[in-house]
């Protein structure tokens, strides 16, 4: 393992015990968010740095394009760069690399080989999947276009419209409320697309 200068490796049950709960809290269903301090000085380049940034803030139930990465981090033309920088993701499903996938849908390449492991995961938040030339791709007609934030501002204000009663009146309304503040389903399934659980 290599060395970071200036830091000393120090093991701690307890921490660790804590980081399982939360863990297995998430594969779950029961946690949304990991809260863990990152320290990504273990990067392996300022390049990597930024591609991890950016993917742990890809939220969760939803999904960004390998190309929609690149071009938040400043370097639209750096792909496959991106891909191969999650491939060594140093702290898999913290900095969330399997909310990526590729710029069609698809899923497409996850630790190796292991696509089917993106696909439960993705499943753990909601993110149905359908098969597609032999491969799984992310359901075209449950992605929303907008930024996120955008997105959960205009449900949230819709959601604060109805009555009490009826703000919890299930998924199936939430694509209606998504319809009526403007957004469609992606036809053209451009990169940093958000898809909700069905």
């Known amino acids: 393992m290599p060395r970071l200068a200036g830091a000393d490796l120090i093991e701690d049950p307890r921490a660790i015990e804590e980081y399982l709960r939360d863990l297995l809290a998430y594969l779950e269903g029961r946690r949304t968010t990991l809260d863990w301090p990152l320290d990504l000085r273990w990067a392996r380049s300022e390049f990597h740095r930024r591609v991890l940034q950016a993917t742990a803030r890809v939220p969760y139930g939803a999904a960004a394009s390998y190309a929609g990465i690149a071009r938040q981090i400043g370097a639209p033309s750096a792909t496959r760069a991106v ?93 209606g409320l998504l319809e009526a503040a403007g957004l469609a389903p992606c036809t053209t399934c451009r990169p940093d697309l958000h898809p909700l659980p069905a």
């Open 83 to 175: 891909a191969q920088a999650l491939r060594r993701n140093p702290v898999p499903i913290a900095v969330p690399c399997h909310r990526v996938i590729g710029g069609t849908g698809d899923l497409t390449g996850y630790a190796g080989h292991k696509v089917g492991l993106k696909q439960r995961l993705l499943a753990v938040e909601g993110v149905r999947t359908v098969a597609r030339h032999g491969a799984r791709a992310v359901e075209r007609n449950r992605m929303y276009m907008a930024p996120f934030g955008a997105l959960a501002r205009a449900v949230q204000h819709q959601l604060r419209q109805r009555p009490r009663r009826q703000r919890s009146a299930g998924r199936q309304a939430v694509f």
